[in-house]
C-alpha cells in the first residue's frame, strides 16, 4: 500500500509518495483537473491510500482520489499539531509531514458526508447567503431613509404597507435612484431566495430526520434542512454534549490550580449548526411555554444572550433524543410559576 499525501491549494496540489516500507519517493506539483491526478496515480504499481486536510477544495480532490479507486482520509487542519503549530512551514513539509501521519495511522479524521448530501448542503447554504444580502440591502434602505430624516410608520418597513410608503417618499434625485436600485436589488434576492427554498422542499421532502425536526419549536423549513444535512447522521454523536461541542454551543474552559475559568462560545465548530440553533431559539422562545420559561429564568440572573444559548443548548439536546428515538417533539402544557408576582 503506498501511501500519499496533497496539500491543496485553490490553483494546483502538491503531492508527496511514501513506499510500502513509509520511504519517501517523490513529490509532484498536480494541476486542479482529474487528468493531473490520474497520470500521478498510474506511476504506482499498487493500491494507494491518500490524505488530505479538510480546507479549501477538498471535496473536489477527495472526489477525483474516490474515483481513481485511492482509500481516502479527510484530515482535521486544526488537530494536527505537527503542522498547525510547525515553526516552519512549506508545502513540501506539510504534505510530507501529513503522509507520514497516514503512514503512522495518526492522522485525526473528519466525517465525510455523500456527494448528494454536500449537495444539498450548497444549497441551504446559499439561502443563508442570500438572507444576509437581502439584510444587507434592508439596512442601506433604511440609512438612505434615516440620513434624509424620513421615519417609516409602519412596524415592517418592507411589508405590504411599508413598501408602499418608501416608494412614495420625495427625495433628491440622487438619492431616490440609489432607493430605486435597492429596492430592485432587495425584489431580486427575495425571488432568488424562494426558488432556492423550493429546492430545499424537494432534496429533504422524504427524509425522515427533516419531518422530525420540523416538529420542534422554533424550526421551520429552513433550518430543520439546514439542522438535518449538518447534522447528517444522528449515530455520530453518542451523547447530547457531543453535539452541543459539535455546533458550537458550549464555552471555552480553562482550568488551572483548582480555578475554572469559561470564556466565550467554542470558535472551532460547524457554524451553520450554531446558526440554525441560535436562530431558532429566538423563535421558539414566541411559540413555547417551556422555552419561554427557560429563556426568562436565565436571562433575570445572566442577561439575554447566556440565555439564548441557554435554550439553545437545551432545543439541541431535545432534537438530540427525539432523533435517536425516532419521534416527533411533543409538548405538554407547561405552567410557568412567576415568583415575584405571586
Known amino acids: ?25 517523490n513529490s509532484a506539483k498536480l494541476t486542479m483537473k482529474k487528468e493531473s491526478f490520474e497520470q500521478y496515480i498510474k506511476g ?54 501529513l ?7 495518526l492522522i485525526p479524521e473528519v466525517y465525510v458526508p455523500s456527494t448528494d ?11 443563508c447567503w442570500l438572507v444576509k444580502l437581502r439584510t444587507m440591502v434592508k439596512n442601506r434602505t433604511h440609512n438612505i431613509l434615516n440620513r434624509n430624516h424620513i421615519e417609516t410608520p409602519f412596524t415592517d418597513s418592507f411589508g405590504k404597507g411599508g413598501r408602499k410608503f418608501i416608494e412614495s417618499v420625495q427625495l433628491p434625485d440622487s438619492e431616490k435612484e440609489l432607493l430605486t436600485q435597492d429596492l430592485s436589488l432587495l425584489d431580486y434576492l427575495t425571488k432568488e431566495i424562494k426558488i432556492t427554498e423550493k429546492w430545499i422542499g424537494e432534496c429533504l421532502k422524504d427524509n425522515p430526520m427533516y419531518k422530525i425536526i420540523m416538529s420542534a419549536p422554533g424550526f421551520g423549513e429552513t433550518f430543520s434542512g439546514l439542522t438535518t444535512l449538518e447534522i447528517t447522521d444522528i449515530a455520530r454523536f453518542k451523547t447530547p454534549g457531543k453535539l452541543f461541542s459539535y455546533a458550537g454551543l458550549v464555552p471555552t474552559t480553562y482550568a488551572s490550580g483548582g480555578k475554572v475559568y469559561h470564556g466565550a462560545l467554542l470558535p472551532t465548530c460547524n457554524k451553520w449548526l450554531r446558526y440554525a440553533f441560535i436562530e431558532a431559539s429566538w423563535s421558539a422562545i414566541t411559540k413555547s411555554d417551556y422555552f419561554r420559561s427557560l429563556y426568562l429564568r436565565v436571562k433575570n440572573r445572566k442577561g439575554p444572550n447566556p440565555a439564548i444559548v441557554t435554550v439553545a443548548r437545551r432545543l439541541c439536546e431535545v432534537i438530540f433524543y427525539c432523533l435517536k428515538e425516532q419521534r416527533n417533539y411533543y409538548e405538554k402544557p407547561y405552567i410557568y410559576y412567576n415568583q415575584k408576582s405571586a
Open 117 to 127: 448530501i454536500r449537495q444539498q448542503k450548497n444549497i441551504l447554504r446559499q439561502r
Open 99 to 105: 503522509a507520514e501521519l497516514l503512514y503512522a495511522n
Open 1 to 25: 500500500m503506498y501511501t500519499l499525501a496533497f496539500d491543496n491549494h485553490k490553483k494546483y496540489a502538491l503531492a508527496t509518495a511514501l513506499d510500502k516500507n513509509g520511504t519517501y519517493m
Open 44 to 97: 504506482f504499481d499498487g493500491p494507494c491510500q491518500a490524505v488530505i486536510e479538510a480546507g479549501y477544495s477538498w471535496g473536489q480532490v477527495y472526489d477525483i482520489l474516490t474515483e481513481l479507486g485511492v482509500d481516502v482520509t479527510v484530515a482535521h487542519p486544526l488537530r494536527i499539531k505537527a503542522i498547525a503549530s510547525a515553526k516552519i512551514k512549506t508545502d513540501e513539509i506539510d504534505s510530507r509531514t
